[in-house]
């Protein structure tokens, strides 16, 4: 309910200042679990992502946002999972919540690079995508990894174009697949934006 509202209300705000063009290269899976992996480069990322795709997204964000109760009220309710970045101990709730939510077949948006990074694609992280992978064979089925290239263009008045392209699902069979697994996303993510990559 409150996502559906927030959503409605961030279509409106959007279409004033962006349009948004949402290119899909192949079809997604209708039913079961979706990890999404889209480029980072401001905080608008975030509602754009949410208007490129239907479904209820859970967003997985730094725990520094919901420091303040009622923002963390509000966020918990948008359907946002706190990690800590420092100290893993501290997500182990939300990564239980997360593998639920992979379990109840639900969409979970990760930003691999972990914060912002413009004019480039930043290395990726690989740790979560670990944890997803070492807890897939309980969730019963292979999770499809949607590498989403960002694509700011320039302004025509007070608008200004957003190219969002949703790329093929990548898979990975074990835990130890989560590296190459992170690096075929951002080369994909690189190629979706055009952007160059950062050496790794």
């Not at 239907?54 to 309710?77: D, W």
């Not at 893993?88 to 919540?97: E, N, P, Q, V």
């Not at 064979?137 to 989403?148: L, S, T, W, Y």
Request: hydrophobic share 40%; aromatic share 10%; net charge positive.
């Amino acid at each position: 309910m409150i996502y559906a509202m927030t959503k409605k209300v961030a279509q409106g705000v959007f279409s004033l200042f962006y349009r948004i063009e949402t290119e899909i290269k192949t079809t997604l899976p209708d039913q079961g679990p979706m990890i999404i992996l889209p480029k980072h480069q401001y905080w608008t990322d975030i509602p754009i992502i949410s208007l490129a795709f239907k479904p209820l997204l859970y967003f997985v964000a730094k725990k520094e946002l919901f420091r303040y109760p009622l923002i963390r009220s509000y966020l918990s309710l948008l359907g946002g999972l706190p990690v800590d970045r420092k100290q893993s101990i501290r997500t182990l709730d939300s990564f239980k919540t997360l593998i639920s939510l992979l379990r109840a077949g639900q969409k979970i948006v990760i930003f691999p690079e972990g914060t912002y990074f413009r004019n480039g694609v930043g290395i990726g992280k690989s740790r979560l995508l670990q944890m997803i992978l070492r807890f897939q064979p309980e969730i019963g089925r292979p999770i499809p990894f949607i590498p989403v290239g960002i694509r700011y263009g320039e302004r025509s008045g007070w608008r200004r174009r957003v190219e969002v392209c949703i790329g093929s699902p990548l898979y990975g069979e074990r835990e130890s697949d989560a590296v190459s697994l992170t690096r075929q996303a951002m080369k994909e993510i690189s190629g979706l934006c055009r952007l160059p990559r950062c050496t790794e």
